[in-house]
């Protein structure tokens, strides 16, 4: 039987919807730029993986399905479907292939920080509350998996908070379809720093388990707004 949808269920699956319609929208950059051959290849990358999700609601998806297992397996799905879709891109056209791939998720991202800004109201932001938002938006593997792989924060200022995790949660799902991971994680930054630019934060990726490093290390610094305006949002209110 299946298990009840729950609020954390419907949280879950909004940010996969994200990262689904990330990957619609690469296809879309590709095929037009490349018109002659994009078709093919976007038929290839996603031979084998679930259509995409669309406007169908998650109910639709787990009519005969437990909700979790459903969950689950659609963040194995739509993370591997997306690198799999850059991995032929990248096979085909090299530098330029990557070049529209970091300039699309950079909008990709500044589109949903700007929805993330509406929905939190106020534009210029504490880091730390930033960083709570996009928790609610940057699909970041399976929550009980989360329980097990502990991230540190740090803020030595209200100016910047610096965090640091010791397991990349898309990595193996990268890697899957053999896709390049040190893009897929240029790739996946490039999309959190679109996210924070309306918010006046700056991401910038410090250290990365992709690249070599032993654990991945971001920053997100607030940009000092010298006209005197501005609000703060607080981290009650980012994690409302």
């Known amino acids: 039987m299946s298990a009840k949808i729950e609020p954390k269920h419907l949280w879950l699956f909004n940010k996969i919807m994200i990262v689904d319609s990330r990957e619609e929208a690469m296809a879309e950059a590709y095929t037009e730029e490349f018109p002659d051959e994009a078709r093919a290849l976007i038929e290839k990358a996603r031979e084998g993986f679930p259509e995409s999700i669309g406007y169908k609601t998650i109910h639709q998806f787990t009519k005969d399905t437990d909700v979790n297992v459903y969950l689950e397996q659609s963040i194995i799905d739509t993370e591997s479907k997306e690198a799999s879709l850059l991995k032929h891109f990248i096979c085909k056209f090299g530098e330029e292939a990557k ?142």
């Open 99 to 240: 070049k529209i791939a970091l300039k699309e998720s950079f909008e990709h991202g500044r589109r949903y920080g700007e929805d993330a800004v509406m929905q939190y109201a106020l534009i210029n932001n504490s880091p730390s509350g930033v960083y709570n938002i996009l928790k609610h938006y940057l699909l970041d593997g399976w929550p009980p998996d989360l329980k097990i792989t502990p991230v540190e924060t740090e803020e030595p200022s209200g100016l910047e908070l610096l965090e640091r995790h010791n397991k990349c949660m898309r990595i193996d799902n990268w890697r899957s379809v053999d896709a390049p991971v040190e893009f897929l994680c240029d790739y996946t930054n490039e999309w959190i720093r679109g996210f924070c630019v309306k918010f006046n934060i700056e991401h910038k990726k410090v250290a990365s388990i992709a690249h070599g490093d032993e654990r991945c290390e971001q920053t997100f610094t607030k940009k000092v707004d010298r006209s005197g305006a501005g609000g703060r949002i607080t981290e009650k209110q980012a994690d409302r």
